[in-house]
Structure formats: C-alpha cells, structure tokens
C-alpha cells in the first residue's frame, strides 16, 4: 500500500471484501496505530520499494486526491518507473457491465456503478457511490468523488477532480486538469484547467 491515509485506509477495506491483504504499506512517516491496522505494518518511506521484488509484489496507490490529482498522478508514475505493477481494483459491492473497460491501477470503490461502455483510464479513481452512465470516458489519474453521477457520453480528460456530489449532465466534456467543486451541476463544457463551482457550475472567480 503506498500511502497511510484515509484512502489507504478505504483500499485495505475493498482488498478485505476481495478476501486480500496489503502486507504493508510505504509512506513518509509511521501511520498512527490508533488509525491504522496492526496487520499491515511501516515498511518504511519511498526507499523501500528499492527492497522489494517487482516479480512478487503488485502496489496499490493509496493516495487520495482534494482538488489537484498532482501528487496522486507523481506517486503513481513513480511505482511504475520502478517496474510494479498496479492492477485495478474493484470492490465487489460495485456494479460494473460486462463491456466496462478498466486500465492499470484504476480503483472503483464500494456502491459504484459503471454502466455500459464505460472506459476507465490508468490511475483513475471512481469513489464511493458514484454513477457512471454509458459510454462515459474517464481519463488517466481522474478522480471521481463519492457521490457523482456523470450521466452518458460524457467524456473526463486526465486528471480531472470531480468533487463530492456534483452532476454532468449528459454529453458533457472536462478538460485535463480540470476542478468540479463539490454540489456543482455541469451543463456546459468546462475547459482544462479551469474550476467551476455551484448550479449551474460556472469558473471560480478569485480575487
């Protein structure tokens, strides 16, 4: 498990469901074990991927994202420079067609629902309880928050944050690096790198 936080912690969760365990995990500093099980111990900080064995262990990317997927994109990058291998991960409470397409790495956590023609790029994360309607494409290192619903044929470049709750309506396109803030609806395309907020979403306007 690469990483200790709160993700980290919802990942050991679905490798349970999946009947798997992480045999530790490998993050700056020490978890606090109030937090964090006894069963997947510190291995240590980044220099301990030089020790294992790229033939007999898989990683998992255990960090999250809130609003720039950056660091969970490097962290992912970093493994794979290494030679593991990321498999994607999906629990088995969520509801996937059987034509839905999932690259490396990607995660689908607990009460997801991926609908038909779905494809899902590397690294991507599709959190707690979103919906993603047919033949929607989300894009390298994404993150969908808990509770989006993207309806069909909307397209997510790479990474892009889709913050909790927020709706895309159907036929919509986010550009790369973009931000949906949490509750925002998308009815219109939104440009990369740009962030929208409310209903209906519009670019957040700083001072």
């Known amino acids: 498990m690469l990483g200790a936080g709160g993700h980290a912690r919802s990942l050991l969760e679905l490798l349970a469901a999946r009947g798997q365990r992480a045999v530790g995990c490998i993050a700056p500093g020490a978890p606090t074990p109030a937090s964090w099980p006894e069963d997947c111990p ?98 390298a290192h994404a993150h969908i928050a808990p509770g989006v619903t993207l309806s069909g044929d909307v397209r997510i470049d790479s990474g892009v944050h889709v913050g909790t709750g927020a709706v895309v309506i159907q036929g919509i396109r986010i550009g790369h690096n973009a931000i949906v803030g949490a509750g925002a609806v998308v009815t219109k395309d939104v440009a990369p790198g740009v962030t929208v907020v409310g209903s209906p979403a519009r670019p957040l306007q700083r001072r």
Do not use: K, M
């Open 42 to 139: 510190w291995l240590g900080d980044d220099l301990a991927l030089d020790g294992l064995d790229i033939t007999r262990v898989a990683l998992v990317n255990g960090v999250g994202s809130v609003g720039s997927t950056a660091l969970r994109r490097r962290v992912f990058d970093a493994a794979r420079a290494h030679g593991f291998r990321l498999p994607p991960l999906v629990h088995p409470s969520a509801i996937l067609t059987g034509d839905a397409t999932l690259a490396e790495g990607a995660q689908v956590l607990a009460g997801a629902i991926l609908q038909v023609g779905v494809t899902v790029g590397e690294n991507a994360l599709l959190n707690t309880g979103c919906i993603v309607d047919h033949d929607c494409a989300i894009g």
